[in-house]
């Protein structure tokens, strides 16, 4: 309701000014109090069945939840009175009397409410000394989904999830009571898009992502925020690593995980599964050394090679994979060395309406605001980014992230490093320019595209350094000038 | 005296019960304008049998009087508080005096679709009621244009699946349209966002057969059958250790001791009285020395207890407390639909104390413990489940403590049995 009428509340003796009709978990927020909470997320349609977020107002004369109250001019509320805060450690008492304190080979600990607020709220002694319900567990709920119905604290995030947001509607609740669990109605089986998102929406270990599961304690992973290159909504991602060799028994696995980043603009809490199942691009099939005609060769002597170009026609294949600045020092550089300049793209594919779209290119819109557009010549040479497609061609120069059938027969293929491995900026379909951090030095010899394009100036005699943040304000000017047209 | 519903058992077919008088009070109340029943109602001090004992006039008064969408009612006949059975009985003795009653509230309130949600396990009394639905269809009294007067109702019977928490009127309602029976979190009330989020009424089976009563005779009369702010009479389910257990209809503040030694001819084989279940399972209990209470609901709330759906159960000498505890708790244990986490975990702990203590297995403290949960309950839940479930419990702890200690320390049931 943007743009309703504003009310004054008082939480906890704050006042606050919110739009009418905010509930009051958020408007609580907004105060500077946070209220705690296991079913509600703001991303899903309230639900108030955990009771945690129960709240005193004043002239009521029970408590609410806060979840599901909007708020009214003058409500006056208390957050964190003596009866709420025994209420809350009841709550979780009542939890852990069923939860299996399994949290040594959870993968959710770490990042548990259960765990996090049991520490802040609770920390009382055991009263139940009764027999454990047994429940199913490991269920496969399609894809990369395990359910565990022990853990479950029945907040039904998940199903709320699939009735209102992918509307796909797999999952219910079954039985009742104590005996409850949640299940995937017959004959149904969780192959939505978005299906990753439940194991993000758990807030405990009761859903688990087969991909992620017992391979990395959460605690030992480096959190860099990105921007999901799969399409050109360009979700924006955090990427989970780890190097460490102390801690990371995988030798050749950097990446483990890839997590949404909210941003209510561009992709709200989710991101689909191909952008976060994709990474393993990053670590695995990579070309980590220069080839020449298929062997591997040093960066010295591939600049040796590029200078048997000097003078003729080249044309310069671009990617709408290429960060903004790189593509822009790329298309400087073409014309300084008067060659052709084209665009390659992953070829459209599907989308739905919640955020995949078509274009599976994380900067076409970058590349158009260069005016770069697709097409091709029969110049003798080609200088090939990330797509092995291009047309005929005497001298082929590849610049490629993972390896490829066919690579040997390439003049040379230079090793390029992933987005994870640099730093830059895209521009998604909505023409908001979005950062994408480094998060991981460079696999092996691979140069981030901007370097690589150093290389080239270097052999051809020129000065014209790779200087990162200079074409990232290059490009603002270009924007500029685009978005005045 | 005067009885309002037990005179017309047994007049099952249409003809029977148009005989002896039936469907006057909804050709009058059809004859009257629809803010003149509601006024009757309202005059008659009538409360909601199923156990609230809400005023009904002023419950149909909520219900906007002009609607784009439909309106409708909806008769709880998912008669599951352990002890009740009188709705049974109507359904199946007088089944035209719910659907004359139906006719009445739909008439005042604008309805034109009624419901009967009815419990699965009264599979042969549903058949007894649309046989009787049927009869009226014929006769014009449901379908279009009842009586001549333009009014249409059409009355449907729906069966329940064996869920206690469907006779709450949100969790009926979600089980109506097909979902899960569980409730729903009001505000809004079903007054205005009901069944398919329309404006409903959802009245108990008792609730309804009143009205034919009040619309014939007025509602002062009915009124003055009972006290103050309870009106008419009240049909009272005694079971357990009595002489004579049945169905009995006495007026609002009789006493409850009267039923108990006058009516259901006392306790069997003329042993000792234990304790007194007044209201359905979710009442708390009464000793024998608090019986003399009168039957309306104000007069109960003061007794620290509830009139509810006036499902009395007498227990005898011969009960043992933590049997009783272990009945009770592993009932609402059961019937917790699971959505809210005291109730679903709190039920279940206390059936499994309850049950502990019962196996020789109580602990020192158990006692304090069971209270406690119950406490934690109360109170802080979508629907009232919780405190039905807290409510016995903590008074049959605190009424009955040396009995259960003595289970927990003596690891056996203390009471004596032949």
Same mark, same amino acid.
């Given at each position: 309701?943007?743009?309703?009428?504003?009310?004054?509340?008082?939480?906890?003796?704050?006042?606050?000014?919110?739009?009418?009709?905010?509930?009051?978990?958020?408007?609580? &927020? @907004?105060?500077?109090?946070?209220?705690?909470?296991?079913?509600?997320?703001?991303?899903?349609?309230?639900?108030?069945?955990?009771?945690?977020?129960?709240?005193?107002?004043?002239?009521?004369?029970?408590?609410?939840?806060?979840?599901?109250?909007?708020?009214?001019?003058?409500?006056?509320?208390?957050?964190?009175?003596?009866?709420?805060?025994?209420?809350?450690?009841?709550?979780? @008492?009542?939890?852990?009397?069923?939860?299996?304190?399994?949290?040594?080979?959870?993968?959710?600990?770490?990042?548990?409410?259960?765990?996090?607020?049991?520490?802040?709220?609770?920390?009382?002694?055991?009263?139940?000394?009764?027999?454990?319900?047994?429940?199913?567990?490991?269920?496969?709920?399609?894809?990369?989904?395990?359910?565990?119905?022990?853990?479950?604290?029945?907040?039904?995030?998940?199903?709320?999830?699939?009735?209102?947001?992918?509307?796909?509607?797999?999952?219910?609740?079954?039985?009742?009571?104590?005996?409850?669990?949640?299940?995937?109605?017959?004959?149904?089986?969780?192959?939505?898009?978005?299906?990753?998102?439940?194991?993000?929406?758990?807030?405990?270990?009761?859903?688990?992502?087969?991909?992620?599961?017992?391979?990395?304690?959460?605690?030992?992973?480096?959190?860099?925020?990105?921007?999901?290159?799969?399409?050109?909504?360009?979700?924006?991602?955090?990427?989970?690593?780890?190097?460490?060799?102390?801690?990371?028994?995988?030798?050749?696995?950097?990446?483990?995980?890839?997590?949404?980043?909210?941003?209510?603009?561009?992709?709200?809490?989710?991101?689909?599964?191909?952008?976060?199942?994709?990474?393993?691009?990053?670590?695995?099939?990579?070309?980590?050394?220069?080839?020449?005609?298929?062997? @591997?060769?040093?960066?010295?002597?591939?600049?040796?090679?590029?200078?048997?170009?000097?003078?003729? &026609?080249?044309?310069?294949?671009?990617?709408?994979?290429?960060?903004?600045?790189?593509?822009?020092?790329?298309?400087?550089?073409?014309?300084?060395?008067?060659?052709?300049?084209?665009?390659?793209?992953?070829?459209?594919?599907?989308?739905?309406?919640?955020?995949?779209?078509?274009?599976?290119?994380?900067?076409?819109?970058?590349?158009?605001?260069?005016?770069?557009?697709?097409?091709?010549?029969?110049?003798?040479?080609?200088?090939?980014?990330?797509?092995?497609?291009?047309?005929?061609?005497?001298?082929?120069?590849?610049?490629?992230?993972?390896?490829?059938?066919? $690579? &040997?027969?390439?003049? $040379?293929?230079?090793?390029?490093?992933?987005?994870?491995?640099?730093?830059?900026?895209?521009?998604?379909?909505?023409?908001?320019?979005?950062?994408?951090?480094?998060?991981?030095?460079?696999?092996?010899?691979?140069?981030?595209?901007?370097?690589?394009?150093?290389?080239?100036?270097?052999?051809?005699?020129? @000065?014209?350094?790779?200087?990162?943040?200079?074409?990232?304000?290059?490009?603002?000017?270009?924007?500029?000038?685009?978005?005045?047209? | 005296?005067?009885?309002?519903?037990?005179?017309?058992?047994?007049?099952?077919?249409?003809?029977?019960?148009?005989?002896?008088?039936?469907?006057?009070?909804?050709?009058?109340?059809?004859?009257? *304008?629809?803010?003149?029943?509601?006024?009757?109602?309202?005059?008659?001090?009538?409360?909601?049998?199923?156990?609230?004992?809400?005023?009904?006039?002023?419950?149909?008064?909520?219900?906007?009087?002009?609607?784009?969408?439909?309106? #409708?009612?909806?008769?709880?006949?998912?008669?599951?508080?352990?002890?009740?059975?009188?709705?049974? #009985?109507?359904?199946?003795?007088?089944?035209?005096?719910?659907?004359?009653?139906?006719?009445?509230?739909?008439?005042?309130?604008?309805?034109?679709?009624?419901?009967?949600?009815?419990?699965?396990?009264?599979?042969?009394?549903?058949?007894?009621?649309?046989?009787?639905?049927?009869?009226?269809?014929?006769?014009?009294?449901?379908?279009?244009?009842?009586?001549?007067?333009?009014?249409?109702?059409?009355?449907?019977?729906?069966?329940?699946?064996?869920?206690?928490?469907?006779?709450?009127?949100?969790?009926?309602?979600?089980?109506?349209?097909?979902?899960?029976?569980?409730?729903?979190?009001?505000?809004?009330?079903?007054?205005?966002?009901?069944? #398919?989020?329309?404006?409903?009424?959802?009245?108990?089976?008792?609730?309804?057969?009143?009205?034919?009563?009040?619309?014939?005779?007025?509602?002062?009369?009915?009124?003055?059958?009972?006290?103050?702010?309870?009106?008419?009479?009240?049909?009272?389910?005694?079971?357990?250790?009595?002489?004579?257990?049945?169905?009995?209809?006495?007026?609002?503040?009789?006493?409850?001791?009267?039923?108990? #030694?006058?009516?259901?001819?006392?306790?069997?084989?003329?042993?000792?009285?234990?304790?007194?279940?007044?209201?359905?399972?979710?009442?708390?209990?009464?000793?024998?020395?608090?019986?003399?209470?009168?039957?309306?609901?104000?007069?109960?709330?003061?007794?620290?207890?509830?009139?509810?759906?006036?499902?009395?159960?007498?227990?005898?000498?011969?009960?043992?407390?933590?049997?009783?505890?272990?009945?009770?708790?592993?009932?609402?244990?059961?019937?917790?639909?699971?959505?809210?986490?005291?109730?679903?975990?709190?039920?279940?702990?206390?059936?499994?104390?309850?049950?502990?203590?019962?196996?020789?297995?109580?602990?020192?403290?158990?006692?304090?413990?069971?209270?406690?949960?119950?406490?934690?309950?109360?109170?802080?839940?979508?629907?009232?489940?919780?405190?039905?479930?807290?409510?016995?419990?903590? *008074?049959?702890?605190?009424?009955?403590?040396?009995?259960?200690?003595?289970?927990?320390?003596?690891?056996?049931?203390?009471?004596?049995?032949?």
């Amino acid at each position: 309701m943007p743009g309703g009428k504003r009310v004054k509340i008082i939480v906890d003796g704050r006042e606050v000014e919110v739009e009418q009709g905010t509930l009051l978990i958020k408007a609580a &927020e @907004e105060a500077g109090v946070y209220i705690p909470r296991l079913c509600y997320h703001e991303g899903l349609r309230p639900d108030g069945n955990c009771r945690m977020c129960l709240v005193e107002v004043e002239g009521l004369r029970k408590p609410v939840p806060a979840c599901m109250t909007p708020v009214r001019d003058g409500m006056v509320v208390k957050t964190n009175t003596p009866a709420l805060k025994e209420h809350r450690r009841k709550v979780l @008492e009542f939890i852990l009397t069923t939860h299996p304190m399994d949290c040594p080979i959870c993968d959710q600990a770490g990042e548990c409410v259960l765990q996090d607020y049991y520490f802040q709220y609770d920390l009382e002694d055991r009263r139940y000394f009764e027999d454990r319900e047994r429940k199913p567990k490991k269920v496969h709920w399609g894809k990369n989904l395990i359910y565990d119905a022990e853990r479950c604290i029945l907040c039904r995030r998940c199903v709320r999830f699939l009735d209102h947001v992918t509307k796909t509607g797999e999952l219910g609740v079954f039985e009742r009571g104590i005996q409850s669990y949640i299940g995937l109605f017959d004959g149904k089986k969780i192959e939505n898009n978005y299906s990753g998102n439940l194991v993000d929406l758990c807030p405990v270990g009761a859903i688990t992502d087969l991909d992620f599961r017992f391979k990395m304690r959460v605690w030992f992973l480096d959190r860099t925020p990105s921007v999901c290159p799969l399409c050109a909504r360009g979700c924006n991602i955090e990427i989970h690593t780890n190097t460490d060799p102390l801690t990371n028994r995988f030798s050749s696995q950097r990446v483990f995980r890839i997590k949404p980043r909210k941003n209510m603009d561009v992709n709200r809490w989710w991101i689909c599964d191909e952008g976060r199942y994709s990474y393993k691009f990053i670590d695995q099939n990579r070309i980590t050394r220069p080839l020449i005609k298929g062997k @591997e060769a040093s960066w010295d002597a591939v600049s040796r090679k590029l200078r048997e170009i000097i003078g003729r &026609e080249v044309r310069v294949y671009l990617s709408a994979w290429m960060s903004n600045e790189e593509l822009i020092y790329w298309k400087k550089l073409g014309e300084l060395l008067q060659w052709k300049l084209s665009l390659l793209r992953r070829p459209d594919g599907d989308q739905d309406d919640l955020l995949r779209v078509a274009d599976k290119n994380p900067n076409t819109t970058g590349a158009r605001i260069l005016g770069l557009e697709e097409g091709g010549g029969n110049e003798e040479v080609a200088v090939v980014f990330h797509f092995p497609s291009p047309g005929e061609h005497k001298m082929k120069i590849g610049i490629f992230t993972n390896a490829f059938e066919g $690579m &040997e027969d390439w003049d $040379m293929v230079l090793p390029a490093a992933t987005f994870a491995e640099k730093e830059g900026h895209w521009t998604n379909f909505q023409g908001r320019v979005q950062k994408f951090q480094q998060a991981l030095e460079p696999l092996g010899e691979s140069l981030e595209e901007g370097k690589i394009g150093e290389k080239f100036a270097e052999a051809f005699g020129i @000065e014209f350094p790779w200087k990162r943040e200079e074409m990232e304000k290059e490009f603002l000017k270009e924007m500029k000038k685009w978005s005045g047209r | 005296m005067s009885l309002v519903i037990t005179p017309w058992f047994g007049k099952v077919r249409i003809e029977d019960y148009m005989e002896a008088g039936g469907y006057r009070g909804a050709k009058k109340a059809l004859s009257m *304008a629809p803010e003149e029943v509601i006024e009757e109602v309202k005059k008659s001090n009538l409360r909601g049998r199923g156990g609230a004992g809400f005023p009904t006039g002023l419950k149909w008064s909520f219900v906007p009087r002009d609607s784009s969408r439909p309106k #409708y009612l909806c008769i709880n006949a998912d008669e599951g508080e352990p002890g009740t059975f009188k709705d049974k #009985y109507i359904l199946r003795d007088a089944p035209h005096l719910l659907i004359e009653g139906a006719i009445i509230a739909s008439w005042a309130v604008g309805i034109n679709t009624a419901f009967v949600y009815i419990r699965g396990e009264y599979g042969k009394i549903a058949l007894i009621l649309e046989k009787a639905i049927e009869e009226a269809y014929a006769r014009g009294f449901l379908g279009k244009d009842i009586f001549g007067t333009g009014f249409s109702l059409d009355l449907f019977v729906h069966r329940g699946a064996g869920a206690y928490v469907c006779g709450e009127e949100t969790a009926l309602i979600e089980s109506l349209e097909g979902k899960r029976g569980q409730p729903r979190i009001r505000p809004p009330f079903p007054a205005t966002y009901g069944l #398919y989020g329309c404006p409903t009424v959802v009245n108990n089976v008792e609730t309804l057969a009143n009205l034919p009563a009040i619309m014939e005779k007025g509602g002062e009369w009915f009124a003055s059958l009972g006290v103050e702010k309870s009106g008419g009479t009240k049909l009272f389910a005694v079971s357990g250790h009595v002489k004579k257990p049945g169905l009995y209809e006495l007026p609002m503040g009789a006493s409850l001791k009267s039923l108990i #030694y006058d009516y259901a001819g006392g306790i069997r084989e003329n042993r000792r009285l234990k304790g007194v279940i007044p209201g359905g399972s979710s009442s708390p209990i009464l000793k024998p020395e608090e019986i003399e209470v009168a039957l309306d609901y104000d007069s109960m709330m003061k007794a620290g207890t509830m009139l509810g759906s006036g499902a009395v159960i007498v227990l005898d000498e011969t009960a043992c407390m933590a049997k009783v505890l272990q009945v009770i708790t592993r009932f609402y244990a059961h019937e917790s639909c699971g959505q809210c986490t005291p109730c679903r975990q709190g039920t279940s702990w206390m059936a499994k104390i309850a049950h502990r203590i019962i196996s020789g297995r109580g602990r020192e403290g158990d006692l304090d413990l069971l209270k406690d949960i119950a406490r934690s309950m109360m109170g802080k839940t979508i629907c009232p489940l919780a405190d039905a479930a807290a409510m016995p419990v903590i *008074a049959i702890c605190e009424k009955y403590r040396e009995e259960l200690e003595e289970h927990i320390r003596e690891k056996k049931c203390p009471v004596e049995r032949e």
